[in-house]
């Protein structure tokens, strides 16, 4: 087993405050991991610490490199974040957004080449972005703009790929499409993805693994029938679930309280 990325003893405080306590986790190349937890567990902090974007304590490594070690433009030839809530510069379009993935690879003082473009229209046909490339990002709609953002970290062509809710402005057959487009491409090339989501049915659906979170604690890491028990989400999520045996993973679903609108 090769590893993408691992990290061992993983701190993070904000404000002299703890945010991850010791995080340890190893990701094989190729998998899928979903981190999941409630609002507040530490999720977007951890993907933040993975990619070297926030300082931190412990041991990483990631794509074989140390984020802390490496240099921004190396370590982005390498890694790819898909932020939950993007920076978009003001005026440039759809296309110009997505291409901004292939600067890693553009060298210094350097121009595009016919193979970056040849990325960027690759990535617009398989997100089926074609009637949006033109129009200028800012009056996307989220989910519109969303799927953009995910096309700019894909033309990174990166070997680990780290995603922060990537479908939560998505209508559930964009959900669905991206999803699924996005475990095509991990089958075809050995991507190796770690996307924090909140809908647990998604997350165990497409994740090998899932790893809970909560108050920056690991709390269970296995796969999502050993992970998702109706006595771990009560406990954590302070949820009423059912959780019901599905062939491509558990299905978590909310119940009412007992004699609720009666």
């Not at 340890?24 to 933040?48: C, E, R, Y």
Request: net charge positive; glycine share 12%.
């Amino acid at each position: 087993m090769t590893v993408a990325l691992s990290c061992r003893g993983l701190r993070v405080s904000r404000d002299r405050s703890p945010v991850l306590h010791g995080i340890d986790l190893t990701v094989p190349t190729g998998a899928w991991i979903s981190l999941v937890g409630p609002n507040g567990s530490g999720k977007t902090t951890l993907l933040h610490a993975l990619a070297g974007l926030i300082p931190s304590a412990g041991h990483v490594e990631i794509g074989g490199l140390s984020p802390r070690r490496a240099g921004r433009r190396k370590i982005a030839r390498t890694v790819a974040m898909m932020p939950q809530r993007p920076i978009v510069p003001e005026g440039v379009t759809a296309r110009e957004l997505i291409r901004l993935g292939r600067t890693p690879h553009i060298p210094r003082f350097g121009t595009e080449s016919p193979r970056d473009d040849e990325v960027v229209e690759h990535v617009i046909d398989r997100l089926g972005l074609r009637d949006l490339a033109s129009r200028t990002a800012t009056t996307l709609s989220g989910g519109e703009l969303q799927r953009v953002v995910l096309g700019r970290s894909l033309a990174q062509e990166p070997r680990v790929l780290l995603l922060d809710e990537p479908t939560s402005a998505l209508d559930i057959g964009h959900q669905q499409q991206v999803l699924d487009l996005v475990d095509s491409m991990r089958r075809e090339t050995g991507l190796t993805v770690v996307a924090a989501m909140h809908d647990l049915t998604s997350a165990a659906h497409y994740g090998e693994r899932l790893v809970l979170l909560d108050r920056g604690r690991l709390i269970a890491d296995g796969t999502p029938g050993e992970v998702l028990t109706v006595e771990r989400v009560a406990r954590v999520y302070g949820a009423r679930v059912e959780v019901l045996g599905r062939r491509d993973g558990p299905a978590v679903l909310p119940l009412r309280e007992p004699g609720a609108g009666t």
